[in-house]
Nanobody, 112 residues
Framework: QVQLVESGGGSVPTGGSLRLSCSASKAVFRTMAWYRQAPGRQRELVASIGASNTPNYADSVKDRFTISRDRRSRNWYLDMTRLQPSDTAVYFC????????WGRGTQVTVSS
C-alpha cells in the first residue's frame, strides 16, 4: 500500500489553468492516474499513465489536460488548461486504478 497526497487544487475562472500534484510515500510501479468526482455524479477516470509512459485521457479533457510523472515514480501531475465549469470536481490521485490506492482528493472549482 502507498500513501498518496494531492496538492494544487483551487478556484479559477473559466479558461484558467491549474496544476495538480500527487506525492507518493514510495515509488509506484503501477498505473498512475487522476480521477474526479463532481457533486451528484459518479467518479470518472480523467487521465492515466502506465509503464509505457503513454498517457490516456477522457474525451472530455483531451487536448486540455496533460498527465506526467517524474523519473523516480513518486510524483505525478495533472496540468489542466482551458478549464470549464464542468471540470469542477474533487480530483483524486490514484495508483493502480480502481483496485489501487487513493489520495483524499483536492477540490477544483471553475467559476463561470
Amino acid at each position: 500500500q502507498v500513501q498518496l497526497v494531492e496538492s494544487g487544487g483551487g478556484s479559477v475562472p473559466t479558461g484558467g489553468s491549474l496544476r495538480l500534484s500527487c506525492s507518493a510515500s514510495k515509488a509506484v510501479f503501477r498505473t498512475m492516474a487522476w480521477y474526479r468526482q463532481a457533486p451528484g455524479r459518479q467518479r470518472e477516470l480523467v487521465a492515466s499513465i502506465g509503464a509505457s509512459n503513454t498517457p490516456n485521457y477522457a474525451d472530455s479533457v483531451k487536448d486540455r489536460f496533460t498527465i506526467s510523472r517524474d523519473r523516480r515514480s513518486r510524483n505525478w501531475y495533472l496540468d489542466m488548461t482551458r478549464l470549464q465549469p464542468s471540470d469542477t470536481a474533487v480530483y483524486f490521485c490514484n495508483a493502480g486504478l480502481e483496485s489501487g490506492d487513493w489520495g483524499r482528493g483536492t477540490q477544483v472549482t471553475v467559476s463561470s
